[in-house]
């Protein structure tokens, strides 16, 4: 954002923008509070006077496209208006939250002064950065839910104007919209605005698959309007028939969506069969808004009666709400040509709150208060759970935070019928922990259905669930590994750690005298080397190791260990004297230059060649040259590791780390042999594992580095690792191989 000298240029299309916004909020059922926007619009934009975007356009141009948003496409009022109106001005000008109180009222800016606190506060390039602004942005919740929702609107509004940012920037907000916020809104069941960010961070991340996907929905559009019609006339014939006022539309899944299927089901894109779904949205007369389900249920027979259902597809989220306050009704139906449809059935004010989630209550309850919203509090009070404990790693933080927003739902009961939502997967033990933390920490098993399982049986909706207790019984680390809920994992790491503290304290002790007894100065490189050597993860799983005793730097210091704490230690410290240019060899990998500076906003371009290179490949996703979807990341060390875009570790980086994010490029004289991995099935019979490695390493001159083939029955899986100059050769691999007789699949893997 740069301040200009001159004045707006132009005025008349600022005005107009705004006028639509007032224009929108008019058709609304909102009281009609036109002049206190009115003068936050003015004020905004007299704050903003002279400020452009980095598109170039007049900044004021942002806050009003926010603030429609708000209104247009969550149906929130004057007062989430205004404070969307006002959102930068605290952030990015002279004027205080007083000045906003004093003008506007309290509530306005206490809304406006939670969005700045989330904007606020940057903390340079450590990685805590943004796991600390997401933290911030759900303690705003539990004062008022408007303060998240206003949120969303401006990472949608930042999404859709993402074009003039630079690319590494593109990553990081792209990666930080996937990771957290698409599954923020399908919590608070925003789907529409979860389906735009979704194929919004999808269309930067991977442009060319995002083109190729859009062409081909595109190409198959008229045939898909065919089947749709067919499948929908006797449908909508028999709705006709009852009387019933009603919408029907088809509804084509997204590119995102289409490709995510794609790519964990590794099949192609003609093979993604449930392309689209058909929804049913009913209006009932004035005066029957109670007979919601049964109408859903009379369409329900209806359909049933004209096609057969599939007898495991049906979900019931009328009777039992999704946690966000879904409702509807699923059938998958028989086509008449064979396929499988799915329908939802809804009516007008669940279709609304399907697409807008909870921002849709104000609609339907326009003055009614926040905290009556009974499915919002219980997810709050999930929330709050999470950010009470006191020190989580910044990565662990977003990891338990997004355990619970997009995750399938069960429903369970306990012995006196009170109904808990969890996350599909969830065990026993989830259930303790949600009920209260004392039973999490003290159970021992449970009944569920009367049966007696295991503390760490996974449950299925509408099950019992009993859960037993032992005043004997303490937490265990291993119990992390079977808890499905948010609420479980970080209740049971608080219970740990205040366990733990006293050997951690320990164990810190033990090891801060042997640095000061070898006058060793402790740095963030050396600190990564030392945790490698014990192999744990952080610095207080080495305190705890030492503390409790499971490991001692007495046994690194043993005359007969070949690499010892003190050595290695030592070893760092010269090759820390040796400047940024050292170089890190290993047996079997190329000199890799660790680059003295690295400028962030230009694109970093990859070198290979017979000295060594300025990379490292990430074991995870292990890109290839050529591939474009690829990022860098700045290591610990300093070096430049390579993820692919799609890795699901990058997905964490870039939201927890995105200041070491960069953009890459390859050399176009980029040289050396990269490992791959190719994944081939087939028929098996005679010769073929022959023919395979003929084809391979003869033919086309590909060296095999690992060949596991195994046959069960009729069918052969063969992994196969090569070195490969690019991603080009893997392709023609795949092709070729694909050309042998019996071979059905050949597939690059991570």
Known sequence: MAKSSSEYPDERIVDKCYQELVAGYLASNHRKKTDVIDRAFRFAREAHRGV??????????????????VSAEMGLGSTSICAALLHDVVEDTEYTISDIEHLFGRKIAEIVEGLTKISGGIFGDRASAQAENFRKLLLTMSKDIRVVLIKMADRLHNMRTLGSMAPAKQYKIAGETLYIYAPLAHRLGLFAIKTELEDLAFRYEHPDEYERISSLLKQGEA???????????????????????????????????????????HVPFEEVYDLYAMRIIFDLPDGEEDKEKEMCY???????????????????????????????????????????IEVQIRSRRMDEIAEKGFAAHWKYKIGADVEEESELNVWLRTIKDILDDPDPNAIDFLDTLKLNLF????????????????PAGATVLDVAYTLHSDLGNKCIAGKVNHALVPLSHQLNSGDQVEVLTSQSQTPKAEWLNFLATAKAKTRLRKELRREQQPLIDDGKRIFDKFLADNAITLNN????????TYHVANSDELYLRLGSGEASIDDYLNAETSSTARKLISRLLKLGSMGRKRKAKSVSEPEVE??????????????SNEKGRNFVFCDCCRPLPGDNAVMGFISDSGAVALHTLACPQAQVLKAGYGQRILAVKWEETLSGKFPASILIEGI?????????????STAMGIDIRRL?????????????????????????????VLKIKGVKKAERVA
């Not at 995750?407 to 969890?422: A, C, D, K, N, R």
């Open 594 to 607: 660790i680059p003295a500076e690295i400028n962030r906003r230009e694109t970093y371009v990859l070198r």
């Open 407 to 422: 995750s399938s739902e069960i429903v369970v009961f306990t012995p006196s019928g009170e109904l808990l939502t969890l």
């Open 298 to 340: 009379r369409v329900y027979a209806a359909l049933t009666d004209l096609y057969r259902p599939h007898p495991e597809r049906i979900r019931d989220w009328v009777a039992v709400p999704k946690a966000n306050g879904y409702q509807a009704l699923h059938v998958t139906l028989m086509g008449p040509d064979g396929n499988w």
């Open 223 to 265: 045939g898909r309007e065919k089947v749709y019609a067919d499948f929908s006339t006797p449908i909508m014939a028999r709705l006709n028939e009852m009387g019933l006022h009603y919408e029907a539309k088809a509804r084509v899944k997204s590119v995102y969506s289409i490709w995510r299927k794609m790519h964990t089901k």
């Open 52 to 69: 452009r975007r980095r598109s170039g356009e007049p900044y004021i141009l942002h806050p009003i496209a926010v603030a429609r948003i």
């Open 684 to 696: 098996d019979r005679h010769g073929i594992l022959s023919e395979l490695t003929r084809e391979i």
């Open 525 to 532: 490189d050396v600190m990564t080397k030392i945790l490698g």
């Open 708 to 736: 596991n083939i195994e046959a069960r029955g009729e069918v052969f899986t063969c992994d196969l690792d090569v070195l490969v100059a690019a991603a080009a050769d893997v392709e023609m691999l795949t092709r070729a």
